[in-house]
């Protein structure tokens, strides 16, 4: 009986809320998908940091398209132990791309990277983006009412270990992006330009080492 409210809990979390509830309305797969097109795009037709950060204004769009849906669903709250976890893993969707979004757009205005540099690291947070948004496809697949086969404790093992890969994967990202400013940081040393490098991201306080 526990189970089945727990399950309860979680179609009527990805189905009845109207504001962002319903994977139909507004789907975060989407979002994501979006977010990993746009980037294929500018890696594909960019040549130089200029026209990067130009073509980069349309994924800032989709990413502040995608904040609303995430700011909103960071309001939810009262929901049962599984359907949290759900809540969660489509929030650190919103972290990673949060975290690409803001970094990467730092990073195009940095002269210590090439557009070729520039371009390999876009590639990197593609494929991170892309495999996120995978686990929330299935995260969809799990949660909906339609994938009958599976039963209440199926379903819940599932939830957990999706949450557990998208944690891992969000860690991922903030470590590639650590790395990826280390270098920057380290080059600036060289030539003696700490202190921009500093005003763009911050200091470092070993957070880049």
Known sequence: MKQEILMMSMVMFCCTYPVFGQWTVIDPTNIATSIVNSTNQIVQTSSTAETMLKSFDETVKIYQQGKVYYDALKSVNDLVKDARKVQQTILMVGEISDIYVNSFQKMLSDPNYSAEELSAIASGYSKLLEESSSLVSELKTVTTVTSLSMNDKER????????????????????????????SYLRAKKKNDTDRVMALYGNPNEKYW
């Open 156 to 183: 819940m093992d599932m939830v957990e270990r999706i949450y557990r890969e998208m944690k891992e994967y969000k860690n991922l990202v903030q470590y590639y992006t650590n790395k990826n400013i280390s270098v």
